[in-house]
C-alpha cells in the first residue's frame, strides 16, 4: 500500500475514533438541536417533511432558517422547500404571505406584533402543522416554540398553541463597560467589542441575538447603568448602530444608558438642570442624532441620584423633571426612557429599604407617557429573598417594569446552582393587594392591573465572554428563565426548569426529573446557607463574594451588614414596623396589618420586619436561634444532597458538563459551609446560646472568617 494510501487511512480511522471535534462546551445552550429519540423521531420526519415558507424579508428567513436547522438537527434530514402546503408540511407564514389562511379559524388579528399560533389542521384535505403571524416577527418566535415543543419531547400531532408575550419590553440590561469589563459580571469579559467596533462584527453578535429571540427577548441596554458619557458620543453612537445592524432581523432593539451629566462632560454645557432649556435642546440634538444612526433606537436607560450617579436633584429638580426631559427629546421618534427607582442618599437617615419609596410615590401621576419608572424585585438590592418593593402597587398612574438580576451578584455568582426561576416566580406572583385580593406584581408588570400599555421586564444580564456565555452550564438557565417570565410573567418556574433541562441536555424523564428537582430548591438552599429567615446583605464588601456579617466600618451606615441584620444580645432582625423604620406602612393596609405582628409575618421574612429574640418561639415550637442554626444546615444539606443527585446523572450527560457542574457543586458544598459558619460563629457572639444538638461547632474560631480577603474576585466595579 503506498505511504500516502495508508496515512489516509490511519487519518480517517483516528477521526472516526476521536470524540466529536466539537465538544459541548456550553455554547449552544438550549438550541442544541440533536437527533431526537421516538416517538419525536416519527413524528417529526412525518409531520415536517416538507415547508412552505412564502415570507421574503430577512426576518421571515431566518425563521425558516432556524426551523430547518432544528429539522435537521433532530432528524437528520433537512424539510423540502415546497410552494403550497401538502401532507406533511410545515405552513410557516404570515397573512400577508399567504391570504389563503383568512379561510382558516385562527384569529391572527389579534397576536400583535410578535404573538402566533402554532395548529395542527387539515386544509384542503392536507394534514399540514401551521406557525403563522401577523408579522414576520411572530413567525420566529413561534419557530422557536415549535423547536422547543420537539426538543422537549412534546406530542406534535395535536398542536393547539396560541401565545401573545404579556409584556411590551422583554430587555437584557448589561453592566458592560467601555473597557470591556462588567460590573457584577462573573462569565468574562463583556460581549461587546467596543474596540473593533464598528467595523468588526464578529459572528457571536448573531449567536447572542439569536439566543435571546429564541427566549422572547426584545431588547437590549448595551452600557452599564453606572454610564460614561462616552457612549453618547458619535464614534459610540456608530459601534451601537452596528450592533443595532446585526440584532434586529432578530427583532431586539438597543437602548443605552445615559449618564446625567453628559451635556456638561460632553456637550460644554455648564449644566445638566433639568429644565434649563439649553440642557433640553442638547439632549434633543443627541437623540436626533442617536436615531440618525439607529432608526429603531429604543429609548435611554438612566440611573440618576443614586450611589454618587448624578441626577436632577443636584439642582433640585424632580426625578420626574429629569426623565419627562429626556422622554421629550426620543418621543418624536416613537423612543422611551426607563428611569430608576434605585435611589438611595447617604445624607437621608431614612431606613434604606424605604426611600425610593419616599422618593417616587409622590411622583405617581407626573411623568410623561413615554417614560416607564424601572423597580428592582426588592426595595435593598437583589438578595437572595427579598420581599417584594412596596412601590409595586403604589403608582397606578405610573407604568412599572421589573428589575431583575440575572446575573447572581448576591447568590453565589458563577460557581452556585442557584436557580433563579423560583425567586421570579415568587415575586412576581406576590400579592400587592393595592386593588384588592389578586392585585398580584405580575398584573402590576403587565399592565393589566392598572391598563398600562407600556410595560416591560428588564434583566440585568448573566452574560459574557465565557465560551459558555453565563459562567457556568446551570446559570444558563436563570437567562433561560428570564426570557421565559418576561413573556409570561405568570409561567411556573418548574416548567422552565423541565424545558430547559430537557433542552439543554435530554428529554430523557430519568434525567430531567431529578435535575429539575435540584434547581427547584436550590434557591431556597442559598438563602437558607447565606440569609435565612429574612437576613440580608450581609456579604462581604465590595465584590459581595462570602460572609461577613461583622462589618460595620464602612463610610454610609447601609452599606454595612450589621446595619441590616440588627443582632445584639437581645436578639436579631430589623424592626420595620410602627415601633422601628415604619417600612411596612409602605404596604396596602391589608398587607401591613399582616406585617405589623411577627405572628403574622411569614417565616421566611421574619427578621426583614421584626426584631425578633433569641427566645422567641416560632410555630415549629424551635427557638428562633435553634431555628436558625437549623437554616443554615438545611442550605448545607441540600447542596450535598445535590452532589450525590448530580452524581447518579452522570450517564445522562456529556463529560465535558457533567465536569463543570461536579466541580462547581464541589465549590458550592464547600462555600456553603464556609457561610453557614461564619454567620453562626459570628451571630453566637449575641445569642450566647450553645448550638443545639447535633450541630456541628464552626470549623474554625471567628476571627479566621474575618481575616478572609478576596480582592481578586470578579466583577467589583
Ligand atoms: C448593586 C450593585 C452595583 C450596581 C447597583 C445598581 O452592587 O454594582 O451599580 O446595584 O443597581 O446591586 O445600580
Known amino acids: 500500500m503506498p505511504m500516502q494510501v495508508f496515512c489516509y487511512i490511519v487519518a480517517m480511522l483516528f477521526l472516526a475514533l476521536a470524540p466529536a471535534a466539537s465538544a459541548e462546551d456550553g455554547y449552544d445552550l438550549w438550541l442544541r438541536y440533536p437527533k431526537a429519540q421516538e416517538p419525536v423521531l416519527s413524528a417529526l420526519s412525518s409531520r415536517a417533511n416538507s415547508l412552505v415558507a412564502p415570507g421574503k424579508s430577512t426576518t421571515a428567513a431566518l425563521a425558516r432558517e432556524e426551523l430547518i436547522k432544528g429539522i435537521k438537527g433532530l432528524t437528520g434530514r433537512a424539510p423540502n422547500q415546497v410552494s403550497a402546503p401538502q401532507t406533511g408540511a410545515i405552513w410557516l407564514t404570515t397573512l400577508a404571505d399567504s391570504p389563503d389562511l383568512a379561510r382558516l379559524p385562527l384569529s391572527l388579528s389579534d397576536l400583535g406584533p410578535d404573538g402566533y399560533v402554532i395548529r395542527s389542521l387539515t386544509t384542503d384535505g392536507k394534514s399540514v402543522t401551521i406557525i403563522a403571524a401577523a408579522k414576520d416577527q411572530g413567525l420566529l418566535y413561534g419557530v422557536f416554540h415549535f423547536l422547543r415543543l420537539a426538543q422537549t419531547g412534546a406530542t406534535l400531532d395535536q398542536i393547539a398553541v396560541r401565545s401573545v408575550p404579556r409584556t411590551k419590553l422583554r430587555l437584557l440590561n448589561h453592566w458592560d463597560n467601555l473597557d470591556r469589563t462588567v460590573e457584577r459580571g462573573y462569565s468574562g469579559e463583556s460581549i461587546w467589542d467596543w474596540w473593533r467596533l464598528p467595523d468588526w462584527r464578529g459572528p457571536r453578535y448573531a449567536d447572542y441575538a439569536r439566543a435571546n429571540a429564541s427566549i422572547g427577548i426584545n431588547g437590549t441596554v448595551l452600557n452599564n447603568v453606572n454610564a460614561k458619557s462616552d457612549s453618547l458620543t458619535a464614534p459610540y453612537i456608530a459601534k451601537a448602530a452596528a450592533l443595532a445592524d446585526v440584532f434586529r432581523p432578530y427583532g431586539i432593539k438597543v437602548y443605552l444608558s445615559a449618564r446625567w451629566t453628559a451635556p456638561m462632560e460632553i456637550g460644554g454645557l455648564k449644566t445638566a438642570d433639568p429644565l434649563d432649556p439649553q440642557v433640553a435642546a442638547w439632549w434633543k440634538a443627541k437623540a436626533d442624532e442617536i436615531y440618525r444612526a439607529i432608526p429603531d433606537f429604543g429609548g435611554f436607560l438612566v440611573k440618576a441620584n443614586s450611589e454618587g450617579q448624578p441626577g436632577p436633584q443636584d439642582y433640585k429638580r424632580t426625578h420626574a423633571d429629569g426623565a419627562n426631559m429626556l422622554a421629550a427629546a426620543v418621543k418624536p421618534h416613537g423612543g422611551i426612557v426607563m428611569w430608576r427607582a434605585f435611589v438611595y442618599a447617604h445624607d437621608n437617615p431614612d431606613d434604606r429599604a424605604k426611600q425610593a419609596y419616599a422618593d417616587f410615590k409622590p411622583l405617581d401621576g407626573k411623568f410623561a407617557d413615554n417614560v416607564i419608572v424601572q423597580v428592582k ?12 418593593h412596596p412601590l409595586f402597587g403604589a403608582m397606578p398612574k405610573t407604568p412599572l417594569m421589573m428589575e431583575f438580576q440575572i446575573t447572581k451578584e448576591y447568590l453565589g455568582q458563577s460557581t452556585h446552582l442557584t436557580y433563579l426561576g423560583p425567586l421570579f416566580e415568587e415575586t412576581l406572583k406576590s400579592d400587592t393587594f393595592a386593588k384588592g385580593k389578586g392585585s398580584t406584581i405580575a398584573k402590576v408588570v403587565d399592565g393589566s392591573l392598572e391598563g398600562h400599555t407600556l410595560t416591560g421586564i428588564a434583566g440585568v444580564a448573566n452574560i459574557g465572554g465565557d465560551r459558555d456565555w453565563s459562567g457556568s452550564i446551570f446559570n444558563q438557565a436563570d437567562w433561560y428563565a428570564f426570557g421565559r417570565f418576561a413573556w ?58 462570602g460572609p461577613a456579617p461583622w462589618v460595620s466600618d ?34 396596602a393596609p391589608q398587607l401591613a396589618r399582616r406585617l405589623a405582628s411577627p405572628k403574622t409575618t411569614a417565616e421566611r421574612d421574619l427578621l426583614w420586619f421584626h426584631h425578633i429574640g433569641w427566645d422567641y418561639r416560632l410555630p415549629s ?74 450541630a456541628s461547632p464552626p470549623e474554625h474560631p471567628l476571627d479566621w472568617y474575618e481575616a478572609q480577603r478576596f480582592p481578586y474576585a470578579p466583577g467589583n466595579p
Not at 656 to 671: K, P, V
Open 377 to 388: 424585585n426588592g426595595a435593598i438590592d437583589f438578595q437572595p429573598r427579598e420581599p417584594f
Open 554 to 587: 464602612l463610610a454610609r451606615p447601609e452599606w454595612n451588614p450589621v446595619y441590616y441584620h440588627r443582632a445584639d444580645a437581645n436578639g436579631i432582625g430589623f424592626d420595620r414596623t410602627r415601633s422601628g423604620s415604619n417600612a411596612i406602612s409602605q404596604y
Open 621 to 694: 415550637g424551635e427557638t428562633l436561634w435553634t431555628n436558625l442554626v437549623h437554616h443554615y444546615d438545611a442550605g448545607v444539606a441540600y447542596v450535598g444532597e445535590m452532589r450525590t443527585a448530580w452524581d447518579k446523572l452522570r450517564p445522562y450527560v456529556d463529560p465535558e458538563r457533567f465536569s463543570q457542574t461536579e466541580t462547581f457543586l464541589a465549590i458550592q458544598a464547600r462555600e456553603a459551609r464556609w457561610w453557614r459558619d461564619a454567620s453562626i460563629a459570628y451571630f453566637q457572639t449575641f445569642s450566647k446560646r450553645p448550638l443545639p444538638a447535633g
Open 488 to 545: 409570561n410573567p405568570e409561567i411556573s418556574a418548574e416548567a422552565v426548569a423541565q424545558e430547559w433541562a430537557a433542552q439543554t441536555f435530554t428529554a430523557d424523564p430519568r434525567f430531567v426529573g431529578p435535575v429539575v428537582k435540584m434547581m427547584m430548591g436550590s434557591r431556597e438552599a442559598a438563602v437558607n446557607y447565606m440569609t435565612p429567615l429574612g437576613l440580608a446583605h450581609v456579604m462581604a464588601t465590595g465584590h459581595h463574594y
